[in-house]
């Protein structure tokens, strides 16, 4: 048995074993420890809309304080660094905003006043695992901590004759008559004891715009109280049953008459299928009264993950960055095998892909590294979704698909998966759903499969006749490139021919006589009668738009099947370096944002690795920080930290295809586990604290010289030690083969894909 295997073996008998007999982690051997290095607060502010609160990897229950800031704005994710505290709620989403906020559980002292339930805090801890803070209005102390689909609170409260724990069940986030706000359908609540309820609270919409999802919970106090009261509208009764409709206030208070630093537990199980799976999930995965072991027992979680990754001479800003980025990248999408209420399957099943869109560029690739067996996993879920819903999904959330932004990108992911060698996989199955995404038309584009394919099929490009042309053309070429990958590797030659024969869809949007700041040459928009429309000159575009949330900069260069090809259009090597020049002197380039990912290693394809060094060092010293304000943008998922944690090992894969790019390292030595118990280690000799040598002069792969600013995954798969002998100035190091592209002469598509096999 290898050490990392029995190590993960351990952590996973210490999380069994405190759950279900409630010893602590005291009570085993230590394992090392680097939970203490996240920052779960990185992000919070400025946009990076992270999950606060307390979760286990891909757990389905995120339990987490909801928050309005101190003008009555309420947040879209649950938290705001200043604002008072509303409640506790069960469901959340990281990196994003606009679902859930469910099942809201609020400590209360003195009268309970139903439309005033908010309190500042202070003394605010949160820790992987654990939430803390004073609810300095009720002098209340909470305290949180979860399994996989339980939520534990422990409440200190002081010496009052009014102590209340409220259950609210008609609040969640972004209430609201918007086009994609979330509405309130009603629900049940039914107090079946003194210390015990159950029901279902009903919601639909939200971002995704998706049809109604059900939240059924079970609550159970240590504590049976004094009363028990429930309300509906704004009315408090002794009844013990109460049933809403739409848009009516609903919710239960336990009341009690408490001594000082009385502690009154709760534990709220979640569940999709109903109230009686909600109990049985409390009873099954938290069945003590022990706080302390639930937390070692997420601690435990976690540390397994975190310790894929290992870090040698990095600073304590870095490792706080890095470890807050596995963190990140691991709370979604959700595990909610076992409770999907649409059909029964014995294959995984996750929700809250939220979306592929962001995270198909990174955040896959790194788990097909570091987690190939969940992976695995989400790709089966995705491949089941397509079987009982008629399509892998870019966005899904409570149950159902929405929306798409760009392309099919679960085309990617699959491709990315199969190229990779990833196994477990039905990629026959997998393979009819592209083909379904690439040949059908959906009845409602914006929620799945493509928009705008019959023009493009028939064609060969989109027109403004249907929205987000721009960004379309330029994801369908791509993802077509990923079906002509898949076709190639399961012996479908005219599959692979057709798809291979549309990855240059892009071309027929590009108008070589455009110009724009000096340059020639960029996607622009055609009429439906097939002429050329004004050019798109929006900096980021939205639904209706021809590019979404990007603009002529990021789109008109994105073609990873064939960059050989693009830069022979943007008028050859010299100009495409001066055009990326131009895009990060002139802020034509989006840190903030996912499309534009690529570029900054995109140097790279132009035989220019020191500029890739250049930016990429740059983007990290002035867009990744280690405190609030520390991701650029929504984290989107664990993109934005996928992102990060890639850029600064020094290497960034091409999302769909073998190949990773190296830019520039900012560790000395660093690793990450691969699934088989083998490791990809980095090092970079040379490298100075200040980042001045930055720009590769030699390279070696498992000690064979490495000439090329780029390696294939079968070269690191089983193990590999990448050593990168840095300085301070650029050399001729991986400047003479670029990365593989459609062009070349050995294209890296099967002989069944090139134009001589059609």
């Not at 339990?63 to 008072?84: A, C, K, N, Q």
């Not at 409220?166 to 049940?188: V, Y």
């Not at 971002?207 to 704004?234: C, F, H, I, S």
């Not at 639930?294 to 979680?301: M, P, V």
Request: glycine share 8%; aromatic share 12%; hydrophobic share 35%.
């Amino acid at each position: 048995m290898s050490a990392p295997f029995a190590r993960k073996l351990a952590i996973a008998c210490l999380s069994w074993l405190c759950l279900v007999t409630g010893s602590s982690a005291a009570d085993t051997p230590s394992q090392k420890d680097y939970t203490h290095e996240v920052y779960p607060f990185l992000g919070v502010d400025w946009g990076g809309n992270v999950f606060v609160g307390s979760a286990i990897p891909y757990g389905m229950v995120k339990l987490g304080p909801d928050m309005e800031t101190f003008d009555g704005r309420r947040s879209g994710f649950g938290y705001s660094s200043s604002g008072t505290i509303l409640g506790f709620s069960h469901l959340h989403l990281s990196g994003a905003q606009g679902k859930y906020g469910n099942i809201l559980v609020a400590p209360v002292t003195g009268p309970l006043d139903l439309n005033d339930i908010k309190t500042p805090r202070t003394d605010e801890v949160n820790k992987v695992g654990y939430y803390a803070a004073n609810l300095t209005r009720y002098q209340v102390k909470a305290e949180l901590t979860s399994s996989r689909r339980v939520g534990f609170h422990r409440y200190t409260f002081p010496a009052s004759r009014q102590s209340h724990i409220t259950i609210n069940l008609a609040s969640a986030f972004g209430l609201g008559t918007d086009w994609q706000a979330q509405k309130f359908l009603g629900a049940e609540i039914h107090l079946t004891s003194n210390h015990e309820a159950q029901g279902v609270a009903r919601f639909t919409g939200g971002w995704n715009r998706g049809g109604e999802y059900k939240v059924y919970y079970y609550m159970t106090l240590d504590t049976p109280a004094d009363a028990v009261q429930t309300w509906t509208g704004k009315t408090l009764t002794a009844a013990k049953d109460a049933t809403v409709e739409a848009n009516t206030p609903i919710g239960a208070s336990f009341d009690f008459t408490t001594k000082a630093n009385q502690v009154i537990q709760a534990k709220v199980g979640i569940s999709f299928l109903s109230a009686d799976q909600a109990k049985q999930n409390v009873a099954q995965e938290i069945p003590a009264w022990n706080f302390a072991a639930i937390h070692a027992a997420a601690t435990a979680l976690w540390n397994a993950e975190l310790s894929k990754l290992n870090l040698v001479g990095a600073s304590d800003s870095q490792r706080r960055q890095l470890y807050t980025a596995m963190y990140h990248i691991m709370l979604m999408p959700t595990d909610r095998t076992g409770e999907n209420p649409n059909w029964k399957s014995s294959e995984p099943y996750y929700d809250d892909y939220y979306a592929i869109w962001d995270t198909y560029r990174s955040s896959s690739p790194l788990l097909t590294l570091i987690s190939p067996d969940r992976q695995r996993d989400i790709i089966r879920s995705l491949i089941d979704i397509y079987r009982h819903a008629g399509y892998m999904p870019d966005a899904r959330s409570g149950n159902d698909n929405g929306r798409t932004q760009g392309g099919s990108n679960a085309n990617v992911v699959v491709a990315d998966a199969f190229v990779k060698g990833l196994k477990g996989i039905d990629y026959e199955t997998a393979f009819a759903a592209m083909v379904h995404d690439a040949e059908v038309p959906p009845a409602d584009p914006q929620k799945e499969g493509r928009g705008g394919l019959k023009d493009y099929n028939e064609k060969g490009y989109i027109t403004l006749a249907d929205e987000r042309s721009g960004s379309r053309i330029a994801e369908y070429s791509y993802d077509d490139f990923a079906i002509s990958e898949v076709a190639c590797g399961l012996g479908k030659p005219k599959e692979a021919a057709l798809y291979a024969s549309r990855t240059h869809n892009f071309e027929h949007l590009w108008d070589k006589d455009m110009t724009a700041e000096g340059f020639k040459g960029f996607l622009r928009p055609r009429n439906p009668d097939g002429t050329w429309a004004p050019p798109y000159l929006v900096v980021r575009g939205t639904w209706p738009d021809f590019f979404y949330e990007g603009d002529i900069w990021t789109y008109s260069i994105y073609a990873p099947q064939d960059m050989r090809r693009l830069i022979e259009m943007a008028g050859g090597n010299e100009m495409f370096i001066r055009r990326l020049d131009w895009i990060f002197l002139r802020r034509h380039f989006d840190v903030t944002n996912e499309p534009g990912f690529l570029i900054p290693v995109l140097y790279n394809y132009a035989g220019r690795p020191d500029k890739t060094a250049d930016i990429v060092h740059m983007i990290l010293e002035k867009a990744f920080t280690d405190n609030r304000a520390g991701i650029p943008g929504n984290d989107d998922s664990g993109a934005m930290s996928s992102w990060l944690i890639f850029s600064t090992l020094g290497l960034f894969p091409v999302a769909g295809q073998d190949v990773y790019l190296i830019s520039t390292p900012r560790i000395p030595d660093a690793s990450l586990a691969l699934g088989n118990g083998k490791k990809l280690r980095i090092i970079a000799k040379n490298l100075d604290h200040d980042g001045l040598n930055r720009y590769v002069q030699s390279a070696t792969l498992n000690g064979v010289e490495l000439t090329t600013s780029w390696f294939r995954h079968a070269q690191i798969k089983d193990g590999a030690t990448l050593v990168l002998t840095m300085g301070s100035a650029p050399s001729v190091w991986g400047t003479k083969v670029p990365p593989p592209s459609m062009s070349d002469a050995v294209s890296p598509l099967c002989s069944a894909a090139q134009p001589s096999g059609n």
